[in-house]
């Protein structure tokens, strides 16, 4: 009998790394906040200004900036439980979700937002999470898939709210376009993966 540990599959070592990436992701994100905090200037002006040539960039910059410590603290929790249970699927299916989420959200708020206004923060891409976890389970027809966007339903029915207009300082519309492009990654996904080869 041999003492020797036995090298982990090449599964199990993947599942880890690509259930890193949320980790790595908020890790970034706190990193921003604590730079914004000590560095002069405040970069929060720097989000998605509709409709204006400088608020461009900010569809990239947008979900790394955080109002306060608290703002950024709401949105740590759930973008480690979603980005885990996405992270399931695969980091090629994590990246590609929330590249979707981040750039086609953030232009649907440059487009569409109120005028004079500027969004940011990672909430888009909660929302936007949110809305892939339960559509992916509803365009692809399989039970696990299922499942696990009824478990999304059960712990998130409520912040689905906040896609409504209604609470000052709050983005609704990020909310919204983040949670719409996670619909249509779902989409477009689950066509990839159902067209033959």
């Not at 750039?103 to 440059?110: F, I």
Request: aromatic fraction near 10%.
């Amino acid at each position: 009998m041999s003492d020797r540990h036995e090298p982990e599959s090449t599964d199990e070592i993947g599942l880890v790394q690509t259930l890193l990436a949320p980790v790595l992701l908020v890790g970034l994100l706190w990193c921003v906040e604590i730079l914004d905090a000590i560095l002069p200037g405040r970069w929060d002006s720097h989000g998605i200004h509709p409709r204006s040539d400088e608020g461009l960039v900010g569809i990239v910059l947008a979900p790394l900036l955080h109002d306060d410590w608290s703002h950024l603290i709401a949105n740590t929790v759930p973008l480690l439980v979603l980005g885990g249970l996405l992270a399931f699927s695969g980091l090629r299916t994590f990246v590609t979700v929330t590249a979707i989420v981040w750039l086609v959200g953030g232009a649907g708020v440059w487009l569409l937002a109120g005028s004079n206004s500027n969004h940011i923060g990672a909430s888009g891409l909660v929302f936007g999470w949110i809305g892939y976890l339960v559509a992916r389970g509803v365009f692809s027809r399989k039970p696990g898939q299922i499942a696990v966007g009824l478990l999304v339903l059960a712990m998130y029915w409520t912040a689905l709210f906040g896609v409504l207009p209604g609470r000052p300082g709050i983005s609704w519309q990020g909310h919204l376009f983040g949670g719409l492009a996670g619909i249509a990654a779902a989409y477009f996904l689950s066509r990839e993966s159902r067209s033959p080869e």
